[in-house]
């Protein structure tokens, strides 16, 4: 049995995969490239057609976009350092009033629990010089202790 062929339009839709046909074969296939084409002076053309304008065309443009980039960093600095700025302006009086009235309570905490900071210190000393001489003692009275010793 005999498939149909599918009708398609000028872009080939429905074809399947296309071969890559470069961007250039798309304006040359337009009527109106062409009547423009017959309306330029032939020494336009040629200056279109040489490669010599293309590359300080293309180092005006990366120019343009590097003080593009620019502007936009200076323009990102200035916002982050005016939204900073009117952050901190308004988050002082929190900090004054946080640091006069949370200071007294905090040395306050912190002289009332020196006591018990000094007494679990002295306490972990304590344990940890037992601890030692616990194991020096049953060191000592390994029966290979005193052979290390003598060799």
Do not use: I, K
Request: charged content about 10%; overall charge neutral; aromatic content about 12%.
């Amino acid at each position: 049995m005999q498939q149909s062929r599918m009708e398609t339009d000028d872009s080939g839709a429905g074809e399947g995969p296309q071969r890559a046909v470069p961007w250039s074969a798309w304006l040359t296939r337009q009527a109106w490239m062409r009547w423009c084409a017959r309306r330029v002076p032939q020494s336009w053309a040629q200056w279109w057609a040489t490669t010599s304008w293309r590359q300080p065309l293309q180092r005006v443009l990366w120019s343009l976009e590097g003080v593009l980039y620019l502007l936009l960093a200076l323009m990102l600095c200035h916002a982050l350092f005016t939204t900073g700025s009117h952050l901190l302006s308004s988050l002082w009086p929190v900090v004054a009033a946080a640091w006069h009235h949370l200071l007294p309570a905090v040395l306050l905490l912190v002289l009332s629990a020196l006591p018990a900071l000094l007494f679990t210190a002295s306490f972990l000393l304590l344990f940890s010089t037992l601890l030692s001489l616990v194991g020096l003692l049953t060191s000592m009275n390994h029966p290979d202790y005193a052979r290390d010793l003598n060799e």
